[in-house]
């Protein structure tokens, strides 16, 4: 009996490291994809019922609003580079600092992604300042 709790505890940490690294490939492939601005990517990254929340401007976007966003994205993001570095991960839900560091400045975020499969159903995204220091 006791080999096989043992069994059943390693298989269950093996399951949550999966799910961990999953997470993480996606959050890596999204941040990939946004400074790319590949909008196939994207759409392939986002659940058909996702929702993007950006939290400081009070504005909330469906998948489909989020793509077509991209031309304006497309001209802001000419030249920046994005640094991310994932801060916890509970269950599906994955926090991180992301640095947006476009050619005349800098942005802080805080982004929350609900991942589930290899979908994210859900960001929400809040400015923690004009400086990337420490990321």
Not at 41 to 68: C, H, P, S, Y
Request: net charge negative.
């Amino acid at each position: 009996m006791t080999a096989m709790l043992k069994l059943v505890a390693a298989a269950t940490l093996l399951v949550a490291a999966l799910a961990s690294a999953q997470g993480s490939d996606v959050v890596d492939r999204w941040y990939e994809a946004l400074l790319e601005v590949d909008r196939a990517a994207l759409a392939g990254l986002l659940a058909d019922n996702a929702e993007i929340r950006l939290d400081d401007v009070g504005v909330t976007q469906t998948k489909a609003e989020f793509i077509a966003s991209m031309d304006e994205w497309e001209a802001a993001v000419a030249g920046a580079a994005i640094r991310h570095r994932v801060e916890s991960r509970d269950g599906d839900v994955t926090t991180g600092l992301a640095c947006y560091d476009f050619p005349s400045n800098d942005t802080l975020m805080r982004e929350i992604f609900t991942i589930r499969g290899e979908r994210v159903v859900a960001i929400s995204q809040v400015s923690l300042g004009e400086n990337c220091y420490g990321i």
